[in-house]
């Protein structure tokens, strides 16, 4: 237990639905951070946020919208999906800005665009 | 553009030898080194993390060693066990633009066979 926690740990949507994604960290960190991971594929950066602002976007499709109302949850707002899109959503937090601080993920939810 | 490479991608071993992965990073201006494990459909635990001044940490049966300069880690895992078997990632922070950007390597899967 990593004291990052993802919900739902798994979602099947089809093209046209909305839904979210939420992570809840209880580690007291202040920055929080979206990842992907398709299959055969490294890891890729989506959003980070700090202080509750983003801070990096990683060219990420707007079908993907993140919101980070406080600092301990994240959301990820999805609409409108490819198949593509099929992966596991990692969440991660550090404490601090600095760039020395160690990261530590959810346990992800795995997704699946029909 | 910030490269990792594992290799091997895929390990078996049987129960109790020791052995290496490698990791491979093309830009040598970083900030720190992460190893990371994952079990399959889960999220990340994080192993070791090696700031950029620091040559090796050590936590139980396993041993990170970084050399920056030649961009090159190494994860040591003594005596392994089944228990070991997950997919290892190694991930490395870059002091350059994009400071909360971590560059993951795409994995060694290992076995450990009882």
């Known amino acids: 237990e990593t004291g990052v926690t993802q919900t739902p740990r798994h979602l099947v949507m089809g093209m046209t639905n909305k839904k979210s994604l939420k992570c809840e960290q209880h580690?007291?960190?202040?920055?929080m951070y979206w990842y992907k991971q398709s299959a055969k594929k490294p890891l890729e950066l989506m959003f980070v946020?700090?202080?509750?602002?983003?801070?990096e976007n990683n060219s990420v499709p707007s079908r993907f919208s993140p919101e980070c109302p406080n600092s301990s949850h994240l959301f990820l707002h999805l609409h409108t999906l490819q198949p593509e899109d099929s992966a596991l959503y990692l969440c991660?937090?550090?404490?601090?800005?600095?760039?020395?601080?160690?990261?530590?993920f959810g346990p992800g939810t795995r997704l699946t665009v029909l | 553009k910030q490269e990792v490479t594992q290799i091997p991608a895929a390990l078996s071993v049987p129960e109790g030898e020791n052995l290496v992965l490698n990791c491979s990073f093309t830009?040598?201006?970083?900030?720190?080194l992460q190893w990371f494990r994952q079990d399959p459909g889960k999220g990340l635990t994080s192993l070791l993390l090696?700031?950029?001044?620091?040559r090796e940490q050590t936590s139980g049966r396993l041993n990170a060693s970084l050399d920056k300069s030649s961009g090159r880690s190494t994860l040591y895992i003594a005596a392994s066990q089944p228990g070991d078997s997950a997919t290892y990632l190694c991930?490395?922070?870059?002091?350059?633009?994009?400071?909360?950007?971590?560059?993951f390597g795409k994995g060694t899967k290992l076995s450990v066979i009882p």
């Open positions: 580690l007291g960190h202040n920055a």
């Open positions: 830009d040598s201006a970083i900030y720190n």
């Open positions: 946020y700090s202080l509750e602002e983003r801070v």
């Open positions: 991930a490395v922070r870059d002091s350059g633009a994009g400071s909360y950007q971590l560059t």
């Open positions: 991660a937090s550090s404490t601090g800005q600095g760039k020395h601080n160690e990261q530590f």
């Open positions: 090696i700031q950029s001044s620091q």
